[in-house]
């Protein structure tokens, strides 16, 4: 089933919206190419209600909030949620500023979110209502190791039940959970937090593979969790000459 999650993007090239932050938004344009879908970026109000009309797919990401994106997020989400479109939420940041906490909890109570994609420390913002983040990265306190995993599947399991949504939380080990089954994933390489942009591109490819595949979203967002960590080994394992 996994497998097929990649084919079906290719075969039906899936048309993705991202209202993403400024840092990463080229990067999240050609990894949306690099598995063979198709990107849109805007963020101004007065384009984002056609845009949504005409894409599956909506990936919001909050890593780069300003009073005018906000606005589009809430019109694009409606606007999507009224059309049955695979909508997103990338929460980047969520509990290291009222700002970023509260834009992502009012988004969670006016717009259906398929999944929600987040490290650690940012889902639990969400789940709690408040937290602290290191940044835009997750607290090392808030880790997920093998000794917490049971705890963790508990919690991941409880959320999506919760919020009826796909929980999607990304890190040294990343679990997908829609409420009765958890993916446990162990691939990637850490240098991948060391740079910038690689949460940002996986929302921006999980999109792509929940709109290419509504019928198997659980196992489409792990599908595109386990891609991402192998591009991370695979790249990881190259040298270059300069």
């Not at 999109?207 to 792990?222: G, Q």
């Amino acid at each position: 089933m996994l497998g097929n999650c990649l084919e079906n993007v290719k075969k039906n090239v899936p048309l993705v919206y991202n209202i993403t932050n400024y840092v990463t938004v080229n990067d999240v344009a050609n990894a949306l190419l690099a598995c063979g879908a198709s990107p849109i970026m805007s963020d101004d109000p007065e384009d984002v209600v056609e845009i949504t009309s005409i894409c599956k797919g909506l990936n919001i990401n909050i890593g780069t909030l300003n009073k005018r994106s906000i606005e589009g997020m809430f019109l694009a989400g409606a606007r999507a949620n009224e059309l049955g479109h695979v909508v997103l939420l990338d929460p980047v940041g969520a509990g290291a500023s009222s700002l970023r906490t509260n834009t992502a909890l009012e988004l969670m109570e006016k717009v259906h979110f398929d999944v929600i994609r987040g490290n650690i420390s940012e889902i639990k913002t969400l789940a709690n209502g408040n937290g602290t983040t290191k940044g835009v990265d997750a607290d090392a306190a808030d880790a997920v190791t093998e000794e917490n995993l049971d705890s963790m599947v508990c919690f991941v399991k409880t959320f999506a039940k919760q919020v009826g949504s796909v929980i999607a939380i990304t890190g040294a080990i990343d679990l997908v959970s829609d409420g009765e089954t958890c993916f446990v994933i162990r691939n990637g390489r850490p240098e991948m937090s060391k740079i910038t942009g690689t949460g940002c591109q996986l929302s921006g490819i999980m999109t792509a593979y929940l709109t290419a595949n509504p019928e198997n979203k659980t196992e489409a967002a792990a599908a595109a969790v386990c891609l991402m960590g192998l591009a991370g080994e695979v790249g990881s394992g190259r040298s270059w000459c300069l």
